[in-house]
């Protein structure tokens, strides 16, 4: 194999894909970029047995073939030659990169190890506009759960339903769903894709007009953009009911300004961190809300105007949850819903059902 290529274009490339290389692994392969030069293009493909990230980059090529190099120590290389025209070579089992006046080398393994990949799905498909893809993912991917004592709250649940989509991700303690429309629906989609997947897909997103189109077939997902390929597998099980969780009926129902709401919880937020549970509490009654934390440290007491219709309510809640769910929201204002103290607080739109986040209250002694 040799080629000639652009610094720029390789690093480019290589700092895309690498992202899908494993770092815990038995597999060395797994922890490689397949480097292969055909025709007048080069293709960089790597996978860690989950996702798989391919993207193609144009070169002189003098010799085909390819080889598999070590991803993270060759993108951390190539990353210093973005201002060069370099020259790659292959012999033995190294490579050879030549860049001005200099040469380096680096060992390879061979390309028959590297595992194959399928890119042959397309038996459904969901086309969608990038600014809602975006959307979607950053409003609920920040619940998935961390943990792998039940491997499928480590992704979201993606829905098709009368012309619209919706994501769902829960970790136990809170859940997030959001809607959107799409653009078109080719088949029925219920799927669970990994968090991980999905946060990939957001970064590879570009102008908010493009038309994405994410393809499936059995437990796959592909998405093409620009040149860069991804495919992932989707876990496989049941996910929670949500229909379960969601309350149908609320004996309270608040209406405050986010930003308000926001910068208060961020205040109290400061002591509520040293306590092992980050608790906040919050004491709504008429036109009113207080937002306290009690710690070892002092305490945070304020009060927001907020409109309350049905009962008062005090309840706990952990702090980091209130302001990942209020940064997800756009909205001048929002509508949080109680059934008292020990039920879930629930947040949506002021009107419409774009967005509900479910916060767990904190049990607390006092």
Known sequence: MKFICEGIDLS???????????????????????????????????TDGEIAMMKKIRADVHEEGAVCVPGRFFADFVKRLEGEQITISSENDSIRIHYADSQSCMQTLSADDFPAID????????????????????????????????????????????????????????????????????????????????????????????????????????????????????????????????????????IVEKNLLDESVQRAAVLARTDKNSVVMFDIGENSMRISSNTSIGRVDESIFAMLSGKDVSIALNCKYVSECLNAVADEKIRMSFNGNVSPCVVTPVDGDAYLYLILPVRTTA
Not at 18 to 26: E, P, R
Not at 207 to 231: F, Q, R
Not at 232 to 250: A, D, Q
């Open 119 to 254: 890119f042959s799905i397309d038996e459904n498909s969901v086309e969608i506009l990038s600014k809602d893809l975006k959307e979607l993912i950053a409003k609920t991917t920040f619940c998935c759960a961390q943990d792998d004592s039940r491997p499928v709250l480590k992704g979201c649940l993606i829905k098709t339903e009368n012309g619209g989509i919706s994501f769902t991700a829960l970790d136990g303690y809170r859940m997030a769903v959001c809607r959107k429309t799409v653009v078109g629906i080719g088949g029925d989609v219920k799927i669970i894709c990994p968090g991980r997947t999905l946060n990939e897909i957001a970064r590879m997103l570009g102008a908010d007009d493009e038309k994405i189109v994410i393809y499936l077939k059995k437990n796959l997902l592909m998405v093409s953009i620009d040149d860069t390929v991804l495919t992932s597998r989707l876990y496989e099980g049941e996910f929670v009911n949500v229909g379960n969780i969601v309350p149908r009926e609320f004996a309270s129902d608040v």
């Open 12 to 46: 480019d490339a290589v700092m895309k894909v690498v992202k899908a290389c494993s770092t815990k692994t038995t597999n060395p392969i797994l922890e490689t970029v397949r480097i292969a030069a055909e025709n007048d293009s080069v293709t960089l493909l790597a």
